[in-house]
Structure formats: C-alpha cells, structure tokens
C-alpha cells in the first residue's frame, strides 16, 4: 500500500525524516535509507533544511525510491519562483515521486548563507494551492496538461508558536488550500499540544486531514541546545531537559523519553500517527519503533 492508501484505510501512520547530505555522495542517503526500511511507511527529504545547501530533494527522493523506501519530498518556496516550483513538481512526478510536503523554508538568514536571496514567490498555503490545481489538470497560467500529476499533499503545522488562534486558522487555510496530512513539529509539550489537538477536534479539522505528530529522539543535552537555537518555534518543557542532564545513559533516556511521548500521542484524541525525527540519529528508528510498540501496527 502506499501512504495514500494507507491514509485513506484509517491506519496509523509513522513516517520518519532524513536530511541529504552536504555533497553529492548518494550513499549517505542509501545508508540512512537502512534504518528505515521495513519500520515506517513513508520518509521526508528535506529541502536544504536550514537554508544550507544539500543534496537536492528531488534526487534523495529517487534515490530513496530506487532503495525500497517511499520519499515524502519536501519543497520549499526561499529558493524557487513558480514557474520553477511547477517544474520541479513535474519532475518529481516524472520520476514517480508522488507525496510532497509544501513548506515556506527557513529564512537564509539562518543559514551558511545569509547573503543569498530569498525568493518567497509564494508561500506554504499558496503552493498547496498550486499543487492541487496541478492535481486537477492545469498550470497556474491556466495551460491544461494532457498528464496531470496525483500529489499526495502535505503541509507543517507548528502547535506551540503564539499567537495560538492564529495557528488555528494557518492550518485551516492549509486543509481548505488541499492539505491531506500535516507533520507538526517535534512535541515535548504534551499539555499545549493537547490543547491544539482539542481544538483541531472540535473544529472537524481531524477529519479532513491526518495530523502527524512530530518526535524527536533526543541523545545528548547538547540537542536540546541545538534545537532551541536551530528550530524554529519549538517548545521543550524543563523536564525533558533535566532528565536527559541527570541521565547515566543519555541515548537510552533519548530512546525512553521518545518512547513515553509515542505512546501518550497515541492516546490523544485526532492524532493519526508521528512524524519521527531522529536528527543526526538516524540508527535509533528500528529501537524506538520497536520499543513504542508501532512495528506491527493497523
């Protein structure tokens, strides 16, 4: 079954994530594709994450295909303009890459980079809109295609930036633009995101899209630090960053604490799976499936 398929059956869903590596070397993405095989139903590519520049999506997606893995590739707006975002996006079809995950991108200014330009030709919800009219048939110059693309669309949704009601409506607009699965960012809040997930629910947003909670497998204290300078809008609560502090085996605390959250998204009400990120980690995805009990799942 694909992820669409599997989406549409009600199953629960878990997808993991790589990022390309910072050179041409399609083995590292092979390698990374080893850990995942067999334990998740889809993988994002990310799209110079960071705004530093890698592997291109496109590439580390069919690579992944040709390894037995299914890509989720991701597509940013910082570095293309419309008429290039469609022609990557027919690419990508061409090479029967079919799940895209629509992102604004990280600003350059965070990046290696910060001199590069921007192009932000369009943002997150206008490229949703752009890959479902696609979808449907035609160009954004209203040109019909005599083969259209079937995307399989995705989109982020950040349940911890402020102000919250505006998230609410971001992710709105983002079902309404066709959004068919959204990727949250890594949950170690579980108090607030509960809180988003209550509202998503009594809106019937949960029915109109699957909501896939993110997890980050954590190894060191020094992750914690990484990514609360590197991420934006994530939310750690002291606890997690104290018990990795104390911890006699941090990898294993890291394994346990993603473990523990797995299991308490599982019982919110709306989520339809996790979007697991093992950052730099990306050996731990067989244990930490395992260990949550998903390796067999429905």
């Known amino acids: 079954m694909t992820l669409k398929e599997k989406i549409e059956s009600n199953r629960f869903i878990v997808c993991g ?9 399609g083995d590292v993405v092979r390698e990374k594709a080893r850990h995942f095989k067999g334990y998740v139903d889809a993988v994002n590519i990310t799209d110079n994450q960071t705004a530093i520049v890698r592997l291109s999506s496109i590439a580390s997606a069919k690579i992944l295909l040709d390894e037995g893995v299914e890509p989720i590739m991701q597509m940013t707006c910082r570095d293309r303009n419309r008429l290039a975002i469609q022609s990557d996006l027919l690419g990508a079809a061409a090479l029967d890459i079919l799940n ?16 590069a330009k921007g192009v932000f030709d369009l943002d997150s919800i206008q490229l949703i809109a752009t890959v479902s009219q696609m979808n449907r ?19 982020a949704a ?37 809180r988003w997930m209550e509202r998503v629910v009594a809106l019937g947003l949960h029915e109109r899209t699957a909501i896939l909670a993110g997890v980050m ?22 606890e997690y960053v104290e018990r990795m502090r104390l911890a006699r085996d941090p990898e294993e605390e890291g394994v346990r604490m993603a473990v523990e959250i797995i299991q308490a998204l599982r019982g919110v009400k709306g989520v339809r799976g996790i979007h697991l ?13 395992r260990e949550a009990g998903l390796k067999e799942r429905g």
């Open 158 to 194: 950040n349940p911890f930036a402020q102000p919250f009601d505006m998230r609410i409506i971001r992710l709105q607009k983002k079902i309404e633009a066709g959004a068919q699965f959204i990727q949250t960012q890594p949950v170690f809040d579980l108090v607030s995101f509960t």
């Open 100 to 115: 895209v995950l629509c992102l604004t991108g990280d600003h350059q200014k965070f990046g290696d980079q910060p001199e």
């Open 137 to 155: 048939g035609f160009l954004l110059s209203g040109y019909e295609m005599k083969k259209a693309p079937r995307f399989l669309i995705g989109a």
């Open 277 to 289: 990120m093992p950052v730099l980690w990306e050996s731990i995805t067989p244990a930490v499936i």
């Open 17 to 25: 994530d790589i990022g390309p590596p910072q050179s041409c070397d």
């Open 217 to 238: 497998p954590v190894k060191s204290p020094k992750t914690f630090l990484w990514m609360k300078e590197e991420v934006p809008g994530v939310k750690i609560k002291d």
